[in-house]
């Protein structure tokens, strides 16, 4: 009997260490800077976005949506930050294979850009999927995704960064849940000089370690009554 559930335990590990395996792969193959086709989202926002480099005109630069001489700055998954895998226990650091719950993986990008009087405008879309691990169950997993506009050379610049967080529901112990994350108002001006363009790159991924620190509010301190005058002491 131990040897059986030994034997099935080994089974579901493989299993699932294939999968995690072919995750870069297919992560490679799906994702896209101009808003290309793939066969894992069906119906995507993503398919609407502009396949143009091209930014186009907004409303004070002549006909709206006509093309620019302006390239929309191409868009790549930062260096290590294209998957995140999320532990059942609560301690920080890589999980060990037994005790991954979750991984999140990007899979597809697209961008388009609008330039009105002087601005550029951004709308970046990232898409992606959660799948769960040997820990997994059902669950809401949080994504921390950093979208930032840097421009490259000696020392990059970041012109413009936007964290979100993600929400997916998990509803089986095993399953894949896509996501989609949109922002349509990624926005900064145009450099001087207009070449510097060239440099400018959008970088996505994960940031586990970047989200805002959430404010606390002050401790409301009780009112305290006014007290009485004390009344004269009778004879």
């Known amino acids: 009997m131990m040897g059986e559930r030994r034997s099935h335990a080994t089974r579901r590990f493989a299993g699932y260490a294939v999968l995690l395996g072919l995750m870069p792969i ?3 193959c799906g994702t896209s800077g101009s808003g ?10 993503l398919d609407f976005f502009s396949t143009s480099p091209k930014a186009t005109t907004g409303p004070a630069d002549g006909t709206p949506g006509s093309p620019t001489d302006f390239d929309c700055p191409s868009i790549q998954i930062r260096t290590g930050a294209a998957t995140m895998m999320i532990s059942s226990k609560s301690s920080e650091g890589e999980p060990s ?29 990232v898409e992606g999927r959660v799948i769960t691990g040997p820990a997994g169950s059902p669950g ?5 995704l950093r979208i930032a506009v840097v421009q490259e050379g000696v020392t ?11 929400t997916v529901t998990v509803t089986n112990a095993a399953e894949r849940v896509l996501f989609t994350h949109v922002d349509p108002d990624i ?7 207009i070449a510097n363009l060239d440099a400018y790159v959008v970088y996505v991924g994960f ?3 970047g989200a805002p620190p959430e404010k606390k509010k002050p401790a409301v301190k009780p009112k ?12």
């Open 26 to 28: 297919l992560a490679g």
């Open 36 to 45: 290309g086709g793939s066969s894992l989202f069906s119906s995507s926002a």
């Open 97 to 125: 294979a037994l005790d991954l719950r979750y991984q999140g993986t990007i899979m597809r990008m697209a961008r388009e850009c609008q330039v009105n009087a002087g601005i550029m405008t951004m709308k970046v879309g």
């Open 140 to 144: 809401v997993v949080e994504l921390p």
């Open 156 to 166: 990059p610049k970041t012109i413009v960064s936007r964290f979100a967080k993600v």
């Open 187 to 193: 926005t900064f001006p145009l450099p001087q000089p």
């Open 207 to 209: 940031d586990p370690s």
């Open 224 to 235: 305290t009554k006014p007290r009485s005058p004390a009344k004269p002491a009778q004879s």
